[in-house]
């Protein structure tokens, strides 16, 4: 089983910066792809970014490229999702999820991903 806890959630103001966390614990962080999801209040839930088990592969949402980075360190358990140029539209509560021995496709579906967080608030606003 795998327990993820997301940290670095707040409140920033519009072209700003935040770096979101990613604990993984439970299970080896270099088994699993892991995905990072958001849901605004009344939206469905968006798959934003997800990284292969290797690294080597990264997807993102289109609303999100160029502007967003996801990365990880499996010698921390640890995953990162830095999120730069900020606008009012990123707010939402964002998620880690996990997917033992899954894959990170370029269609980030929350339904491949078996292992979720609690959510971490990040705001923009000015």
């Known amino acids: 089983q795998l327990q993820l806890v997301e940290s670095g959630g707040g409140l920033v103001h519009p072209g700003g910066s935040l770096r979101l966390s990613c604990a993984v614990s439970g299970f080896t962080l270099d088994s699993s792809a892991i995905g990072w999801f958001r849901q605004a209040p009344g939206k469905d839930r968006e798959g934003v970014s997800c990284?292969?088990?290797?690294?080597?592969?990264?997807n993102y949402a289109e609303s999100v490229k160029g502007r967003f980075t996801i990365s990880r360190d499996n010698a921390k358990n640890t995953v990162y999702l830095q999120m730069n140029s900020l606008k009012p539209e990123d707010t939402a509560v964002y998620s880690c999820?996990?997917?033992?021995?899954?894959?990170?496709?370029?269609?980030?579906?929350?339904?491949?991903?078996?292992?979720w967080g609690q959510g971490t608030q990040v705001t923009v606003s000015s």
């Open positions: 990284i292969s088990i290797s690294g080597a592969i990264t």
């Open positions: 999820a996990g997917a033992v021995f899954g894959q990170c496709a370029s269609s980030i579906r929350h339904s491949s991903y078996s292992y």
